[in-house]
Structure formats: C-alpha cells, structure tokens
C-alpha cells in the first residue's frame, strides 16, 4: 500500500466511478482499477460493490474511506506548512486570556515578529460560555469541555505582602480574619483561590474586589493590602513583595490551551507553538522561597 493507492481510492470513493475518477486523475481507467484491485487484495476486503459498469461504497469502504479522508488532509496540511504554507496570507486569530495576562506584551511582540501577516484578536473578559466558540484559543485554568485541551505549565500560588513577614511559609487557617485584595467571584484565579479553602473548610475576606488583574497587582505592590500571587504569571509584581508558602497544603493551579478545533490549520499550529514557548521560558523564572 502506497500514496498513490490511497490517493486513487479517496477519489473513486467521492466520485463513485471509476470513469469520472480516471479523467480528475488524469491516468487511464484500467490503471485506476488496477489501483483498486491491488487496494482490496492487500487489505483482503471488498471495498466497493459492483453493479454492472457502476461502484459503489460497501461499508468496509465507507469505514476505511472515513479514515483516508482524514489522513490524506491531515497530510496535505503538512505538505502544505513545510513548503511555503507558512507563508500566510493575513489571517485574524483570536485569543481569550482568562489567566496569564501578563505575558500579552510579550505574546503580541513575539507573534508580531515570527507571523507579522497575523492580526491578533484578544480579549481578557467573557459574559457567557456560549461565547467561547468566537476564539481560536482559550488560555485558561479550566477544562472546557468538548474542546480541544492541553496543559502547558503548573504554578504555585503565594501569598504576598509589600511590608516584611517574619516566615517564608503561613498557616491557612491564620487568614481566616486577614482582608484581602483579589479579583471578583467569576474569575479563575479567585475560583481557585475559593476551592483551596473550601476544601479546608475555611473562607477567607476581600475587602477590595475588582474584576481587572491589573489593578489588583497595583493595590498588592502599594502595599493596600495582602494579595494571592502566581509564581509564574504574576512574577513581575511578586518580586517586589514578601512571598509566604500556604501550609499545610500548597496551592498550585494548572494553566491549558485550549480550542474548539481538535485539528489545527497551519496557522494556529504556529501560534500554538509561540503561546507554549513562552509560557515555558516564563516558567523557568518563576518566583522561588
């Protein structure tokens, strides 16, 4: 079995006809069902029923073609980004960052560099699920289901203070009465702050709340008050504050990249590949007690 077996079978199967099929591949007929025959010989299956001078698809066909199909354009896809597909023409791209925000700078200015016919959508805010299919990629610290999943780095989360703390680790259950500065209910990093506790039986106070990360970074480095820092996203601001392990359980978050397309185009591959790079290199500077 070779390419060019596969190649002659998807087109048969689609056109359903050896004649019509022998003219798209410019190749005589009897060489098309020549194709066919050593096909079904090897794979010691009928592929096609045969019925006078027509074919058509039996189910081991139908089966097997489901397969070649996917194959033959996952293939050509590759073809295509090793000879000059990589080359693209302008192409929108939209990504939601519901974590990670502070590496934006850093993701547009690389991706500016490495793809510059890209135009780069993002946004950091969604009201509803339901609008999550409008963008290519979803950083995020959930799994969203029915897509397209994979992890790209784990952080641990401190706990930070601008004035100076005796000890580089806390006891959870000592922050029950302290007034924290964090961001609203709906947003990740809060989710996975509010978890940590819960399972602990213990909840915690923000006295400020706010639905933008920046402005919660701002308050915790004027020293307002005590805030809940990730070792890698949010390194810039912790490393001008007191950092503290939570104990007797730390807590850590995993970040994904997510998508609703389980089969990348070119240009998404790409992007895929400068969002992990960077992810990565963030991590090996991240903030250590």
Request: aromatic share 8%; hydrophobic share 40%.
């Amino acid at each position: 079995m070779n390419l060019t077996h596969l190649r002659y079978f998807s087109v048969v199967a689609s056109q359903q006809s050896i004649t019509k099929a022998s003219e798209l591949l410019f190749v005589s007929q009897s060489a098309v069902s020549k194709t066919i025959k050593q096909l079904e010989s090897e794979l010691n299956v009928k592929l096609f029923d045969r019925i006078g001078r027509t074919i058509k698809l039996n189910r081991a066909g139908k089966l097997f073609y489901s397969y070649v199909k996917d194959s033959l354009n996952l293939l050509d896809r590759g073809i295509s980004a090793v000879s000059g597909g990589v080359q693209a023409t302008e192409q929108p791209i939209s990504i939601l960052f519901e974590v990670g925000s502070t590496l934006i700078p850093q993701i547009v200015n690389r991706i500016q560099q490495n793809l510059p016919k890209v135009q780069l959508n993002i946004a950091q805010h969604v009201q509803m699920d339901t609008d999550l299919e409008q963008y290519d990629f979803i950083v995020t610290t959930r799994k969203i289901p029915k897509y397209f999943v994979a992890p790209i780095i784990s952080e641990e989360i401190f706990v930070g203070w601008k004035s100076s703390y005796p000890n580089d680790t806390v006891q959870a259950a000592t922050l029950t009465n302290t007034q924290f500065i964090g961001l609203g209910s709906q947003n990740q990093l809060r989710k996975t702050i509010d978890t940590y506790f819960q399972k602990q039986g213990l909840s915690i106070k923000f006295k400020y709340e706010t639905d933008d990360p920046a402005t919660v970074r701002g308050l915790i480095d004027a020293g307002v008050g005590v805030g809940f820092i990730p070792a890698v996203t949010w390194q810039t601001v912790g490393k001008s504050l007191h950092l503290a392990r939570l104990t007797p359980h730390t807590m850590r978050r995993t970040i994904y990249l997510c998508s609703p397309a389980h089969q990348l185009n070119t240009i998404q591959r790409e992007i895929s590949n400068e969002l992990v790079e960077i992810f990565v290199a963030a991590q090996k500077q991240e903030l250590k007690i």
